[in-house]
């Protein structure tokens, strides 16, 4: 691909490192009322000065990694529209964080999500949600991106690890270079880079196979030979209970549970409402990523279709067998000059906004969680340094389990990254969720239900690992086999559910906190006697539900498929 770039397109790449290293740069320096060195809180929470638009626009850009692209049109391209289900229950779980968490996260003035679980419960559930949420930062995230960016530049011509180290030393650069406000402030920038860059691959894709139409056509004409999958299949998002993939009972109570940890509670996303300068920035910052969260079933899950489509009237080199490629082949395939240089920048500002993002959140909670309370006297400039070596660890370490998740990958990167989520979110979301209402709730309850839920998550994610490998054969009514023969979103559901009755038994069988402590971090009565007032904020959120309804109405049996 790079061989058949024009000068005009490796201009606007070329250009596009230049604008996001200068905004780095101007950030960390030149926007900084105070010239004297960092403090930790101007390099890991941006000051606490940001607004809802950039809160918003970087929610949505370190979410949407080049891995939730290349997936989301791999996706569309294997007519598995339920995984683009994720994006829009997204939306939902948004207004919950806004409405909900926020406040508590704010008011209680913490830095980092283990920070926050410590003055609800105790030291050592800050300790196992600090361990947990490193290893997810490598095997969910980090190596995922890494993996995911690689895959486009091998589009480009450019050789697996040469294209992602290039990413993570431009990437690690402004990161380590500006912290957390050099991060939500490029992260706005290339979410408009994005949107236009996969905005401009949709149109033009519709275009090349001749409209909507065109496109519906050669669908059903494809949907002839045995071997293709039907019509439908391209645009439900609702498959029967019995579905061993998706499940419509695991998309409705399963995915939300994974949902409530990832946007809820998981350090990735919420250190960028903790930048906000007050609430309702936060709050509105959450809504408008809720609104952005709509789009990728329009720009990301459509094009894959459109490939698919375009592969079967041998209109586009691609290979079916391997349909994570359905983007990059169609920016490669047709797209005009110029507009191919900005759709790889779109991709590029993909993979290097959730990597930063990653790197940021990851350094924090190494530095916080971990360093200072190891030298509690540490210098700021001296908690800055160690946040940036941190990074760099977790890069290597990351690299080295790339081939572990490539056996995993039985569905494709988006649902290896579901699946691995399924295992590891449900107790963190239950000690999150019921101890925000709960104030009998106590650290005993919580630690032995977060051990206990990552012991049968573990126990899942290995088993199916050494399963895969051929390491293990197991007997087909064993229970270990039982166990894998339950859908990931099934076993998230009753994961979840043992979470919550273990931290409710053990619970009782302890002693709650005092009231005085739990003020910041727990509903009080007063809270909890919600009394209707119309705002701006209730207009939005109500807008964004009537959203989600329709396109779960508008990609059902009862809508365009019928």
Known sequence: MLGSLHFIDISIILIYFAIILWIAWWVSRGSRKNKGPRDSKDYFLAGKTAGWFVIGASLFSSNIGSEIIIGVSGAGARAEMPQANFEIIAALILILLGWVFVPFYLRSGVYTMPEFLEIRYSKACRNYLSVVSVLAYVITKISLIIFAGALVFETMGISFWTGAIITIVATGFYTVLGGLKAVIYTDMIQAFILLAGTGAVTYFGLMEIGGWDAMMNTLAESATKPENPPVEKFFNLWRPSDDTSYPWTGMLFGAPILGV????????????????????????????????????????????????????????????????????????????????????????????????????????????????????????????????????????????????????????????????QAYI???????????????????????????????????????????????????????????????????????FIFSVLVLMIFSKMGTPK????????????????????????????????????????????????S
């Open 514 to 561: 005092r009231s005085d402590l739990l003020e910041l971090v727990t509903f009080s009565k007063e809270e909890l006697n919600v009394k209707f007032k119309w705002s701006t904020d209730v207009g939005l959120t109500i807008l964004l539900i009537a959203c989600v309804l329709f396109l779960w109405f508008i990609f059902s049996p009862l809508g365009l498929i």
């Open 425 to 495: 979110s449900p107790p963190i979301a239950a000690v999150f969720l019921f101890g925000l209402f709960f104030k009998w709730i106590n650290a005993k309850g919580a630690i032995v239900a977060l051990w206990s839920g990552f012991a049968l998550g573990m126990l899942r994610l290995v088993t199916e690992y050494l399963s895969k490998e051929g390491i293990i054969d197991l007997a087909p009514s064993g229970l270990l086999q039982i166990m894998l023969d339950i859908n990931f979103l099934h076993y998230a559901i009753y994961l």
């Open 261 to 420: 940890w990832y946007w809820c509670t998981d350090q990735f996303i919420v250190q960028r409402t903790l930048s906000a300068k007050d609430i309702s920035n936060a709050r509105r910052g959450t809504l408008f990523a809720g609104f952005l969260k709509l789009l990728p079933v329009f720009i990301f899950f459509i094009p894959g279709v459109i490939a698919y489509a375009l592969a079967q009237k041998g209109m586009l080199n691609f290979s079916l067998d391997n349909p994570d490629q359905a983007l990059p082949a169609m920016i490669n395939g047709f797209l005009p000059i110029g507009l191919k240089g900005l759709a790889i920048s779109g991709l590029l500002a993909a993979l290097m906004s959730s990597l930063s993002s990653a790197f940021n959140s990851s350094s924090t909670l190494i530095t916080f969680v971990f360093y200072k309370q190891w030298k509690p006297q540490a210098s700021e400039k001296e908690l800055v340094w160690v946040g940036q070596i941190a990074t760099l660890v977790l890069v290597v370490v990351s690299f080295l389990w790339i081939p572990f998740m490539k056996t995993l990958m039985g569905g494709g990167l988006f649902h290896y990254l579901q699946s691995v």
